[in-house]
């Protein structure tokens, strides 16, 4: 049947801000979505608060609403819209919450708003355990055996039972939140009590431990005339007790015999019908007894997931294309299938080729939590690899991660293990346990003794013992040794240019030439859904050393340009380079290039095969990134949109011949070596904070003693913040320059004169050589100190004196012309006392592009990949760039610390948010209202408020709290913030803090009664007052802030919004640059 | 291999590298390692697209005469487990991979692949770019090919190559078929843990082994079928003499044309007792019936076929294993008043599956005769039921083994014949699809 003409507006609903276990492969699905719909002729409405996203962009939907999910904000949506029909499936858990919400609620009956894909009913029993599991017993598919506890009694009860371990999973939460493995009744007292209150409903699952059994997942489609398929299959690499998002996994499944697949594969299909999901893509995990094929469902998603899009990737298989368009009436056999043009989308992709995923992690920013990976996600990002084999995969995977490894092991970087430390370091989970797996091999533990204690499947510790003989051969030989063939085992083995190098004590360079000397050069296969049964157009590539036949790169027809993307999602290095990455990939083509993107993060847009011309999978290394530019030989090279991943190898290409568009390496090295830049600033006359530099402790103490303390220090070549911190003596600054050493040992120290108290913001700017065009300045809410990325701002400023913006941007035409930006700049400032200090400037795209752009209505990034083409802002018909925006856009940061138990939450110079949302509104309060909305789904109404900051801060705090009272809300104070505040008048109650013992105010916060905090922080002790406080404020998922300008901006918020509401706003009814 | 890189693999689970060569009659040379028996075989080169079930591949009698190569490029990795076998030895004449898996890992893995290969002297080679070998085969048509870890003179072996002979024309059931008439009825123990045990046996079924596989026997004992086996040659007569409920026609090898042995029994024993199909055995009907079989451009062979059938509108993924094909066309006349008012036969079927009809032909010999299935990659003929005759087939697998068990309904089916239900085709799948499989118990909890 084809599609339905009874609906013609389709509302979807995003994901919102990038959160752990919920990260940009929403917006890949949702983008696609999207895209399909509007094709199809619909009209699509769409609600998303995360500004980063291509689905956000004002052209994808035709009525874009950048605004808080919360069913009370979709209503308004729905109300103003009304829409036909609700597409709930695309917008991971968030969305699917919502529509649930709005469904259970009666708004959906209410406007006559249909809920496509999936109804209420099979949401419900794809993710209420006990429906579920009911579901399963009707089909006669084993679930593991289990119980639901409202209470620590019925917990016990149940594991009296079972025994330990036992899995325990709060009941609709969201990626595993508040789940654990309790071990015994400690565990169990403390994962229940969590999982008690994070559940909404107040319900933790208690089931029979599957630890160290096989765990698979199958992404399945399904259409509502009753075609299944499975796209894909996956296996963990690690066993059961690890959550997937966590896992290494591997596609398709590597050790399931004919009959366990098939069967697997027909409980799937099973499921889904049963489940009742209608139409769209699926993902049901399964756990196999490695002993007796004892084969257990774990859950099912009733919507696209993390692993559809990873499937999207590994196979070629747009599954958020296909669900979309099986969602408004077409059926699986009348969909084309994307990549070959000419069969149908209903078949199951067959590949030639392994897929491995590997989970990126951020624990060092995260001081104080367990490392252990559970079966709560951890992982901030994740890599995915292409190669024939899974050991050429795997090398692959090892050196896409951005963590300095050059792959698996063999690089220098390997911590030794012994037999002291080998249960340790191979039997426990942790984000490094691959790497130990190699090591333990290496040091003579038997793939056996690695097996039992890993509980990993033989199948990989084998093969992975396979890639650790073959480097132990390597070991001590000589470079100009190896023939053409020895290059070629090599290369099938995973082995990058530096591990060869450092094996044969040789360098990266000199194997490359060798090398090529030899003519040992991969080809470049295609990702084809058919393991080239047919024929296919579609130019997604990866590289391998299978080198009969080389498929790409093809007839040169145009101008060739390659986009370096930005790698795995990490802590300061998120969606938002990807956003500029596909724009410029969108801005060249349509300037007549063709496009080539590189990248290995299988959650991005810029990873889907349609958004360049050209994709090559791969990591960003210099080596891959240079076999490429071999074969398709690219006149100019971006390196500018995806962040420091590509801008590190800027140099390198450079020298290799490469040609780079836009900014010069030259100019980015102006920009990033502090002399050169110091003497820029001296020499047009702007001021920056003193700085120096050192790579030692003596060096270090130098400097302090000529600027003073305290210092902001850093090493050289990061982002994010990475390795940042404040120091204020002597002593801290030893402790740091130990630390430092760990982090970047080939690169000094910087040490910057911090500014205490200053007002810091940031400016976008377009530079073409002749001409700078100011994108946007935003202003911080908290005071400098705090990383760019965690702090909340606001454009236009909010508070900057006119005289101080037009400073701002004089000194940032003058410095962009002079460092000879062709392209993006951004630059950071401080203003104390009037002065206005240059922090650093970044001649490359930032993280507030993609807000700037959403909240100017010109896109940054397209414009500059335009101005690296050659063309002049002259001729781009821009507004002026001093207009007056009638509304203020706030960008708010998402901060991960649920996910870290034990670490601080206080915000310094580390950047440590996961992702952002943005507020639009016609004043600077209602806008921050909304961020905060958007971020934690409610703003505080009534109740007490508890007050407890640092003696710099109690005089501020005043006008504040009186605020609060005048708003009804009671006032609970730490000794010295009550005395301060009673002295001025304001009426509070005193509370005890931790340390003055117990009842303290963690007792008052554990029970509900504080609807919000104000705690900033009091010294430099992790193990403070404020910790304390501010960890149990994340327990419990309560409101906080630890700056008193953002205290400041939320009170202002709450009140503007109960004074008067907040609107909506769509983008489309914002002023848009047509171009 | 060059010495230094022996000595890089030499701690590896990889054996000692020996060279192989596979050269193909246009003159084609891939390079790669000897990885099971070591010999020379000549055979037709072609590929299978299953990601898992590579022993049910290697071990299925069609695969006669034909050296395959496995698109997925790990094989043996979950090792083999004898009851999976198709037939007790492999008909195939070589095997072609890019990785052989010397540590398999599964519980119920007995043997290593290389060494089953071993056992039964399959020649094998790895270390080949497979890919480029399949999109070579897909663009220049199935040819002969020489496998070969003795002779490793691309010239030699080209000239051998060059001489041996073609299985087009040639009947290959001889040398994969039963001689004795017996009984089957035994069934794999290791199966147990997921396949549902067998139905009583109720229905007395003669299967023509052709070359059958195990797995379409066993599913025929499954669905509660008392099963003779006989020669792909025995006549009609002596089939009839033993009073059987159904005949079965198996798949089997080679080129149809030249089995007349067996479908001009087919001719006598159609009218006189109903009759079910697979693969080869739909091609027997046809023949039966005077259709015309052609040889496909793109053989299909794999796991992820997409066929409708035009019956239920519901598309099945099913497993394929042909290179010949029946044309529709050659069946008889269109019969516009039960095709959707169409007299003119199409080329593509895929016309049909646009229309939403299941045409009917006006066949010499045994009446009407629909279209049931069609293949939605290349629009070929899939399955055929005779109206006027219980007999129906599909060129596909039903039994999969290896591949999806999406069409296990059409052994359902072939009782509901049986039992002369005249709907016996209109089976719903998704209510079928845990039809056969069996799970763990579950054990209830009681609690608050």
Not at chain 1, 686 to 706: H, L, N, R
Request: net charge negative; hydrophobic share 40%.
């Amino acid at each position: 049947m084809p599609k339905r003409t009874d609906i013609q507006t389709i509302l979807v609903i995003g994901s919102g801000p990038i959160v752990i276990g919920q990260a940009c492969e929403f917006d890949y699905s949702g983008a696609q979505a999207c895209k399909v719909l509007k094709a199809d002729g619909y009209k699509v409405v769409l609600v998303n608060s995360n500004p980063a996203t291509i689905m956000t962009d004002p052209g994808l939907a035709d009525r874009t609403y950048v605004e808080p999910i919360t069913a009370e904000f979709v209503e308004k949506v729905i109300e103003k819209e009304r829409p036909d029909a609700l597409l709930p499936t695309l917008g991971g858990q968030t969305g699917l919450n919502t529509a649930v919400e709005l469904a259970k609620s009666g708004v959906l009956d209410k406007y006559g708003v249909e809920m496509i894909g999936c109804d209420l009913e099979a949401i419900e029993r794809g993710e209420d355990r006990k429906m579920f599991n009911d579901c399963m017993a009707e089909l006669g598919i084993e679930t593991a055996r289990s119980g639901y506890a409202y209470s620590i009694e019925d917990a016990e009860r149940i594991v009296g039972e079972l025994g330990y371990p036992v899995v325990l999973r709060p009941s609709f939460t969201l990626g595993g939140a508040g789940g654990g493995i309790a071990h015994n009744h400690d565990e169990l007292l403390l994962i229940v009590s969590q999982g008690l209150e994070l559940s909404p409903a107040g319900e933790v699952l208690v089931e029979e431990s599957i630890e160290g059994w096989k765990e698979f997942e199958m992404e399945v489609m399904r259409d509502h005339a009753g075609n299944g398929i499975i796209v894909c299959s996956i296996e963990n690499f690690d066993a059961m007790g690890v959550h997937t998002g966590d896992s290494i996994t591997v596609a398709p499944a590597q050790t399931l015999s004919d009959v366990e697949y098939q069967r697997m594969r027909a409980a799937s299909l099973a499921i889904l019908e049963k489940i009742g999901v209608e139409t769209g893509g699926s993902n049901v995990q399964f756990a196999v007894n490695p002993q007796n094929g004892r084969m257990i469902v774990i859950e099912m998603n009733p919507r696209v997931s993390r692993s559809s899009a990873l499937a999207s990737k590994a196979t070629g298989f747009p599954i958020a294309k296909a669900a979309a368009k099986l969602a408004v009436g077409y059926t699986l056999d009348e969909i084309v299938n994307d990549i070959t043009k000419a069969t149908p989308a209903c078949f199951e992709p067959s590949i030639d080729y392994c897929v491995v995923k590997v989970p990126r992690f951020a624990f060092e920013k995260f001081q104080g939590t367990d490392d252990t990976l559970s079966t709560r996600m951890k992982a901030v990002g994740e890599i995915m690899a292409i190669g024939r084999t899974f050991e050429e995969a795997l090398g692959k995977a090892m050196r896409s991660l951005e963590n300095g490894r050059a792959g698996l092991g063999a690089d220098g970087k390997d911590v030794r293990v012994t037999e002291e430390n080998f249960n340790d370091l191979v039997g426990r989970p942790t984000a490094d346990r691959i790497f130990h797996i190699a090591e333990a091999l290496r040091a003579g533990f038997t793939p056996e003794q690695v097996i039992e204690t890993s509980k990993i499947d033989p199948f990989f510790i084998n093969r992975i013992a396979d890639m650790v003989a073959v480097q132990e051969s390597l070991r001590g030989m000589r470079v100009d040794e190896l023939d053409a063939d020895a290059f070629r085992t090599l290369k099938r083995y995973g082995m990058s240019d530096i591990q060869i190098a450092h094996l044969t004590n040789s360098d990266e360079l000199t194997v490359r030439a060798c090398r090529k000397l030899l003519g040992v050069r991969p080809s470049f296969k295609t990702v084809d859904t058919c393991a080239a049964e047919f024929e296919s157009t579609t130019a997604y590539h990866y590289k391998t050393y299978d080198a009969d036949e080389t498929e790409a790169p093809g007839e040169r027809t145009k101008k060739r340009a390659m986009i370096l993307g930005a790698g795995p999602n990490r802590i300061g290095q998120g969606i938002e380079f990807d956003y500029c990455c596909v724009h410029a990939s969108y801005a060249l083509h349509d300037a007549g290039f063709e496009t080539i993107m590189v990248n290995c993060n299988p959650e991005t847009v810029s990873t889907d095969y349609d958004t360049s011309d050209k994709l090559y999978f791969e990591p960003l290394t210099f080596e891959d990134v240079m076999d490429i530019v071999d074969a398709e030989k690219p006149d100019g090279v971006v390196v500018t949109l995806g962040g420091q991943t590509p801008l590190k190898l800027a140099n390198a290409l450079s020298e290799a011949g490469v040609p780079i568009m836009g900014t010069s390496p030259e100019a980015i090295d102006l920009a990033e070596d502090r002399d050169r830049f110091s003497a820029i600033l001296d020499e047009l006359g702007i001021a920056y904070p003193a700085a120096g530099m050192a790579s030692t402790f003596q060096e270090a103490c130098a400097v302090a003693d000529q600027i003073g303390f305290p210092l902001l220090v850093r090493p050289s070549y990061v982002l994010g913040g990475r390795g940042m911190g404040i120091v204020y003596d002597g002593a801290q600054l030893e402790k740091y320059m130990t630390e430092a050493a760990k982090i970047t040992p080939d690169h000094p120290v910087y040490l910057d004169r911090f500014l205490e108290g200053a007002v810091e913001v940031d400016l976008d700017a377009l530079c073409d050589g002749d001409q700078v065009y100011v994108g946007g300045v935003l202003e911080h809410i908290e005071e400098a100190g705090i990383h760019s990325g965690d702090s909340s701002c606001c454009t236009p400023p909010f508070a900057l004196s006119e005289a101080i913006v037009s400073q701002l941007r004089s000194i940032a035409r003058r410095l962009a012309l002079r460092i000879g930006v062709v392209g993006l700049i951004n630059i950071q400032f401080a203003i104390k006392d009037q002065v206005v200090y240059i922090i650093e400037a970044n001649p490359r795209a930032s993280r507030t592009v993609p807000f700037v752009s959403k909240a100017t209505g010109v896109p940054l990034a397209k414009l500059a990949a335009r101005i690296m083409a050659g063309e002049k802002i002259a001729g781009l018909n821009l507004p002026s760039d001093e207009r007056r925006l009638d509304y203020f856009s706030v960008k708010e940061p998402v901060m991960p610390f649920g996910r870290f138990p034990g670490t601080d939450t206080v915000l310094g110079p580390e950047m440590k948010s996961t992702g952002e949302v943005m507020g639009i509104a016609r004043n600077f309060p209602a806008a921050f209202a909304k961020g905060q909305l958007a971020i934690d789904y409610h703003l505080p109404e009534s109740g007490t408020v508890f007050v407890s900051v640092c003696d710099r801060d109690k005089r501020a705090l005043v006008p504040i709290a009186r605020e609060i009272k005048r708003m009804g809300f009671k006032i609970v104070a730490t000794g010295g913030t009550a005395r301060a505040l009673r002295a001025a008048g304001v009426d509070c109650e005193e509370v005890r803090k931790v340390s003055e013992g117990s009842p303290n105010i963690i007792d008052r916060i554990a029970s509900g009664e504080i609807s919000f905090m104000i705690n900033t922080p009091f010294g430099h002790a992790t193990r403070s007052d404020g910790y304390e406080l501010r960890t149990a404020a994340v327990r419990h998922g309560m409101s906080y802030v630890t700056t008193l300008s953002g205290a400041q901006a939320l009170v202002a918020g709450m009140e503007v919004a109960r004074e008067v509401g907040l609107d909506i706003v769509a983008l489309q009814d914002l002023p848009q640059w047509e171009g | 291999m060059s010495s230094i890189s022996e000595q890089l693999l030499a701690n590896t689970s990889k054996p000692v590298p020996k060279e192989a060569l596979l050269v193909l009659e246009d003159g084609s040379v891939f390079k790669g390692t000897a990885c099971a028996a070591e010999g020379e075989v000549f055979g037709e080169i072609c590929f299978n697209t299953s990601l898992e079930g590579y022993l049910e591949v290697i071990t299925d009698p069609s695969y006669a005469g034909q050296i395959i190569t496995m698109t997925y490029p790990q094989i043996g990795n979950y090792g083999v487990n004898l009851e999976d076998i198709q037939r007790e030895h492999p008909a195939l004449r070589g095997l072609v991979v890019r990785d052989m898996c010397t540590r398999p890992s599964n519980w119920r893995s007995t043997l290593s692949l290389p060494e089953y290969l071993k056992q039964e002297n399959v020649v094998a080679i790895e270390g080949v770019d497979t890919r480029a070998l399949v999109r070579h085969v897909r663009d220049h048509g199935a040819q002969r090919a020489v496998l070969s870890t003795i002779d490793t003179n691309p010239e030699s072996l080209l000239k051998k190559v060059r001489e041996s002979v073609s299985i087009v024309g040639v009947n290959l059931i001889p040398t994969v078929s039963c001689t004795e008439i017996h009984t089957f009825a035994s069934l794999p123990k290791s199966h147990d843990f997921a396949v549902a045990p067998a139905l009583e046996p109720k229905h007395k079924v003669v299967a023509y082994d052709c070359g059958a596989k195990r797995s379409i026997l066993q599913n025929l004992v499954r669905c509660g079928c008392d099963l003779t086996v006989v020669p792909w040659n025995t006549p009609a007569e002596t089939v009839l003499d033993m009073h059987p409920d159904g005949v079965f026609l198996s798949n089997g090898p080679g080129d149809p044309d030249a089995v007349e042995g067996t479908y001009s029994q087919v001719q006598k024993l159609l009218g006189k007792v109903p009759v079910f199909g697979i693969c080869l055995g739909h091609q027997m009907i046809s023949k039966a019936a005077g259709a015309s079989i052609e040889k496909l451009k793109f053989g299909h062979r794999g796991g992820n076929h997409p066929v409708m059938n035009l019956l239920t509108g519901r598309v099945e993924i099913t497993a394929q294993n042909h290179g010949f094909g029946l044309l529709f066309p050659s069946l008889g006349e269109l019969i516009p008043e039960l095709s959707g008012g169409h007299s003119e036969h199409v080329d593509d079927l895929r016309f049909w599956v646009r229309e939403g009809v299941a045409p009917v032909v006006q066949n010499d010999r045994f009446g009407r005769i629909r279209l049931t299935h069609v293949n939605l990659n290349d629009g070929t003929a899939e399955g055929i039921a005779c109206l006027d005759i219980p007999a129906f087939s599909v060129q596909y697998h039903p039994e999969a083994s290896p591949g999806p068990t999406d069409a296990h309904y059409l052994f359902t089916a072939f009782i509901r014949l049986m039992d002369k239900d005249p709907n016996y085709l209109d089976i719903d799948i998704a209510a079928d699809r845990l039809a056969g499989w069996t799970f763990g118990e579950r054990k209830e909890l009681q609690h608050a």
